[in-house]
């Protein structure tokens, strides 16, 4: 079993950026594949990228694509999400999750293991 600690959010101006890192540990993450969700108070839980599900190398949500890149540094065995061009609708908990199989996508019921989150918030 996998741990994630999400780290890097807190509250940023509109336009700025801001990059979450996702520590695992118990396992390498380097070629597994992992995904950023969020949820907003009210909302469920929707994805926001993915890496390393088959079919794609990348996958990003409509609403961030062009904005947002998810990466991971091997070495560290860490995951990143940068975020640029925020706007107050990003504003959500922020989670990393790693999923049970390759054949993952953007449903949160592919991912088996979840992070505590991290709170991001857009000042307008």
């Known amino acids: 079993q996998v741990q994630l600690v999400e780290s890097g959010g807190g509250l940023v101006q509109a336009g700025g950026s801001l990059r979450l890192s996702c520590a695992a540990s118990?396992?390498?993450?380097?070629?597994?594949?992992m995904g950023w969700f969020r949820q907003a108070p009210g909302k469920q839980r929707d994805i926001v990228a993915a890496?390393?599900?088959?079919?794609?190398?990348?996958y990003y949500s409509e609403s961030v694509k062009g904005r947002f890149v998810i990466s991971r540094d091997n070495a560290k065995n860490t995951l990143y999400l940068q975020m640029n061009s925020m706007i107050p609708e990003v504003a959500a908990v922020y989670y990393c999750a790693a999923a049970r199989s390759p054949n993952c996508g953007a449903e949160t019921a592919h991912y088996g293991s979840w992070g505590q989150g991290t709170q991001v918030t857009v000042s307008s």
């Open positions: 890496i390393g599900c088959r079919g794609f190398s990348t």
């Open positions: 118990g396992r390498t993450i380097s070629t597994y594949p």
